[in-house]
């Protein structure tokens, strides 16, 4: 099985440090002419609130913002990543040179409300499914990301308790309607993807009656994707595969229905929700000037 992105503290810390790069590059470009009008020397301490209750997640980037502009920057977290936070609640202070924490301020915030958003959505469909009698579903995520932040997505859906689909089309096999029309059969589609199988972390297909579910089941399909199904077919599904193949429901899924779409003894629910349709958590930032060094 191929060797991908293994979401270790290093790993993550890189990536933030990359992202934030990007970021600030776009926004920074060749200075800050706003922060210009502070004198160079002047410090500053300030805090960031959260305006509502959130799964805190972010603090790598939000770290790498402030110390690529100041590495010195004092920065102390009261709600640590993976930790719930009250609504009007401090969750840092920071503390160092104010050009440095005024032009950092905007992307540190975009990154932590982001990914905060995404794990406070996550921990929401997460406790839902633990909430249903003897549910094994596993929350997941797809690849409906923002470009260029997939990774970042993918952690904190795994910080908010979920789990993690294929981080691209080059790491797993996910046999749509289009391949298997493209191939001639569900068969057909399976066994060439099989030879696939070393560079693969795993090897899906998608289905969307209980005909073609029995297909794949016949063809030796060990994952299997219930494509919109209702739930008197996923519960049909579950009978028939008779725990064969691991079960996957997905399509459109929302909060409301992910409890009773969990009670059909699924074993995974994908949703495009938790990374697509992303409201921000809203956090603000206060400022107050220090001593002015002479």
């Given amino acids: 099985?191929?060797?991908?992105?293994?979401?270790?503290?290093?790993?993550?810390?890189?990536?933030?440090?990359?992202?934030?790069?990007?970021?600030?590059?776009?926004?920074?470009?060749?200075?800050?002419?706003?922060?210009?009008?502070?004198?160079?020397?002047?410090?500053?301490?300030?805090?960031?609130?959260?305006?509502?209750?959130?799964?805190?997640?972010?603090?790598?980037?939000?770290?790498?913002?402030?110390?690529?502009?100041?590495?010195?920057?004092?920065?102390?977290?009261?709600?640590?990543?993976?930790?719930?936070?009250?609504?009007?609640?401090?969750?840092?202070?920071?503390?160092?040179?104010?050009?440095?924490?005024?032009?950092?301020?905007?992307?540190?915030?975009?990154?932590?409300?982001?990914?905060?958003?995404?794990?406070?959505?996550?921990?929401?469909?997460?406790?839902?499914?633990?909430?249903?009698?003897?549910?094994?579903?596993?929350?997941?995520?797809t690849r409906k990301t923002l470009p260029g932040l997939r990774l970042a997505q993918k952690y904190a859906v795994r910080t908010g308790g979920g789990g993690n689909h294929r981080l691209g089309l080059y790491d797993a096999v996910l046999i749509k309607e289009n391949h298997i029309a493209a191939a001639g059969s569900v068969k057909a589609a399976l066994q060439r993807a099989l030879c696939m199988a070393e560079q693969a972390s795993f090897i899906e297909i998608e289905v969307e009656t209980l005909d073609q579910l029995q297909d794949a089941l016949d063809a030796g399909a060990g994952m299997i994707l219930l494509d919109n199904m209702s739930l008197a077919q996923m519960a049909a599904a579950v009978n028939i595969n008779a725990g064969r193949a691991t079960l996957e429901a997905s399509g459109g899924v929302k909060l409301s229905a992910v409890q009773a779409i969990a009670a059909t003894g699924v074993d995974r629910i994908s949703i495009g929700s938790l990374t697509k349709n992303v409201r921000a958590i809203d956090f603000s930032m206060r400022f107050k000037p220090l001593t002015l060094i002479p």
Wanted: charged share 25%.
């Fill in 1 to 141: 099985m191929a060797d991908f992105f293994d979401f270790s503290t290093e790993s993550i810390a890189a990536l933030a440090q990359s992202d934030v790069a990007r970021s600030l590059q776009e926004d920074v470009g060749t200075g800050d002419l706003s922060a210009s009008l502070i004198d160079s020397e002047q410090r500053a301490h300030a805090t960031v609130r959260s305006r509502e209750a959130a799964v805190i997640c972010g603090t790598f980037w939000t770290e790498a913002a402030f110390r690529q502009l100041d590495p010195a920057m004092q920065i102390i977290w009261h709600v640590k990543e993976g930790q719930k936070c009250e609504a009007d609640q401090i969750v840092l202070e920071l503390e160092g040179f104010a050009r440095a924490m005024l032009s950092a301020e905007r992307t540190a915030l975009n990154f932590l409300q982001l990914l905060s958003a995404v794990a406070t959505k996550t921990h929401d469909y997460v406790t839902a499914v633990k909430e249903v009698k003897n549910a094994r579903a596993q929350i997941v995520d």
